[in-house]
């Protein structure tokens, strides 16, 4: 007959959604390589822009994500957020669960 206990963090390590932590506090592996190539990417697409470029650029790509979580007052935080110096943005952006707190 199966077992009805919960799965222990070992089992159910590969199965966790995206951002979440495993057993010992450690980020999956493919989460963080997602989020470091896309700091990267974000990075070197804004590196020759203008600060107006890429406050105009971040705020295309950010806005969505803000909207899915808080749409009435999107515009307003997407703005305050652009507020913040561009790695931290970049950073955000990268990470979206951070989003969510």
Known sequence: MPSTDP??????KGNLPHGEMDGNNNETRLEKGNSVAMSETLHAQV???TNEEQRSF???????MVEAIQSREAE?????????????VISLM???EVLYT
Do not use: F, Q
């Open 58 to 64: 971040l705020g295309d790509r950010l806005y969505p």
């Open 76 to 88: 307003k935080v997407t703005g305050i957020l652009l507020s913040m110096e561009t790695p931290l």
């Open 7 to 12: 799965p222990t963090p070992s089992e159910k």
């Open 47 to 49: 590196a020759n822009m």
């Open 94 to 96: 990268a990470n979206p």
